[in-house]
């Protein structure tokens, strides 16, 4: 079993920076792929980043490749979302996920493919 909490949303302006925090707990969380998922106001959760169990390789959503960056510390059972040249369309409820499901094929888009959330943290973008 793992819970999130996700922290470190906000509001800031168009072209600033967030860095958004999930804290697991759970003994195997190193050994979960995590993401991070977001939620607009009217739409659907969409995806927007995952991460391998050590870390090692990434995954983004086009639309925030190169602008978003995902991490994580295992050591401190934490995975990050560091945002930068954030504009108002990336103004949502930002979710933290983790999935169950052992294995080497990392890249998971897809909601279905995460057992664990956490309550998401509010992303607003000014213009």
């Known amino acids: 079993q793992v819970q999130l909490l996700e922290s470190g949303g906000g509001l800031v302006q168009a072209g600033g920076s967030l860095r958004l925090s999930c804290a697991a707990s759970g003994r195997s969380f190193s050994m979960n792929v995590a993401a991070w998922f977001r939620q607009a106001p009217g739409k659907d959760r969409e995806y927007v980043a995952n991460?391998?169990?050590?870390?090692?390789?990434?995954y983004y959503a086009d639309s925030v490749k190169g602008r978003f960056t995902i991490s994580r510390d295992n050591a401190k059972n934490t995975v990050y979302l560091q945002m930068n040249s954030l504009k108002p369309e990336d103004t949502a409820v930002y979710y933290c996920?983790?999935?169950?499901?052992?294995?080497?094929?990392?890249?998971?888009?897809?909601?279905?493919?995460?057992?664990?959330w956490g309550q998401g943290t509010q992303v607003t973008i000014s213009s």
């Open positions: 991460i391998s169990p050590g870390g090692g390789t990434t």
């Open positions: 996920a983790a999935a169950s499901r052992l294995g080497s094929a990392y890249y998971r888009p897809r909601l279905a493919e995460y057992d664990y």
